[in-house]
């Protein structure tokens, strides 16, 4: 790796072979050394896990100047962890990314999303970090639209930093360009009938995990389910602190 080029961490939740995560590579590959980290298979709705009984390996799938490729068994936060023991114990890397998702993480699936997962294991070890994410869950996604902003906000990032215990979630609409960018808050939504609820022919019952989302402040045109609605880029700083201060003052016990 080059020491006078910045050096990034890349993982995801959709695995090593994902297209977004192979377009966001595409997209930073001139502006940045880069070592991807990621699943050997998809680990969505693993938010922040990580395996504490499970042995976890480690797989070469590419190399070449400026750039490795490696896949682990492991969860999104498992593949920061070891990456960052394992290939960044002489020099830590300027930034880490998630993504680029194939799917929404606005609003509540913050709390969810492997990607972001990624993004606040990230942020955990002080290390400036965005999580990216499409609103298409298609396997073949268009990501073009959004090199220029993937670009654009990697490079102030890297050039301005962020607070500690802040990241960034930015989502994109499915759109083939963009109205521009909007700073948000996170929406308030609920997920509802997230069972599905079958029977199997040999006798039992099982489920499926599924859902329908609903924003709960429709009318609020602050949020990022606002803006995405609305065509626009929604970039979300998150906080790792989740402590309420109002409520930290205003409870006696």
Not at 119 to 131: A, H, N, Q
Not at 159 to 164: I, N
Request: include cysteine.
């Amino acid at each position: 790796m080059n020491i006078k080029r910045p050096l990034i961490l890349v993982s995801n939740d959709d695995g090593y072979h994902a297209k977004g995560i192979n377009c966001l590579v595409d997209m930073l590959r001139d502006m940045a050394d880069i070592v991807v980290c990621a699943p050997e298979s998809a680990r969505s709705g693993f938010a922040t896990a990580f395996s504490a009984t499970v042995p976890l390996r480690l797989k070469l799938r590419r190399k070449d100047e400026g750039f490795e490729m490696w896949s682990c068994n492991g969860t999104p936060v498992d593949c920061v962890k070891i990456a960052l023991e394992e290939f960044f114990a002489d020099r830590r890397p300027d930034m880490v990314i998630g993504g680029i998702n194939h799917g929404d993480n606005g609003s509540v699936n913050v709390h969810y999303s492997g990607t972001m997962g990624v993004t606040l294991e990230g942020c955990m070890k002080y290390i400036p970090s965005v999580g990216f994410s499409l609103c298409d869950h298609r396997d073949d996604a268009d990501f073009t639209p959004l090199r220029p902003y993937v670009r654009q906000i990697v490079r102030k990032v890297l050039d301005e930093g962020l607070p500690k215990g802040v990241c960034l979630n930015v989502n994109f609409p499915k759109a083939s360009e963009f109205k521009g960018v909007k700073m948000c808050r996170m929406a308030m939504g609920t997920w509802y009938n997230e069972c599905v609820k079958m029977r199997h022919p040999h006798g039992y019952d099982y489920y499926w995990m599924t859902g329908d989302y609903r924003n709960d402040e429709p009318e609020a045109t602050d949020t990022d389910n606002w803006a995405l609605t609305h065509g626009y880029v929604a970039i979300t700083p998150t906080r790792i602190d989740v402590t309420d201060y109002e409520t930290l003052k205003s409870f006696e016990f």
